[in-house]
């Protein structure tokens, strides 16, 4: 994996699971490769597909189709939708 992938997904997994272990040293690996901007695109996009978790943890999401997985896809315009 080329380092700027390593650095985002490092970031991801902080953000995800524990944002106060983000260090200062990452942050400054991710400011080697990414622009302010493209770091808080990165942070909402995170956040974004990560929001699910509490329902998850409490057990209070809700099945597409009972039993079964659903795929979930983008058009050419990134908009998601399941089948």
């Known amino acids: 994996m080329d380092p700027h992938h390593k650095a985002a997904v490092a970031f991801a997994t902080d953000l995800m699971t524990q944002p ?3 260090t200062q040293e990452l942050l400054e690996e991710l400011r080697e490769f990414f622009s302010d901007d493209q770091l808080i695109e ?3 996009d995170v956040m974004k597909w990560n929001y699910q978790k509490v329902s998850v943890a ?3 999401d809700r099945e597409i189709r009972d039993g079964e997985l659903s795929e979930l896809h983008f058009d050419e315009n990134g908009k998601w939708s399941f089948s």
């Open 58 to 60: 409490l057990g209070t």
């Open 20 to 22: 106060k272990a983000i």
């Open 42 to 44: 990165l942070t909402l």
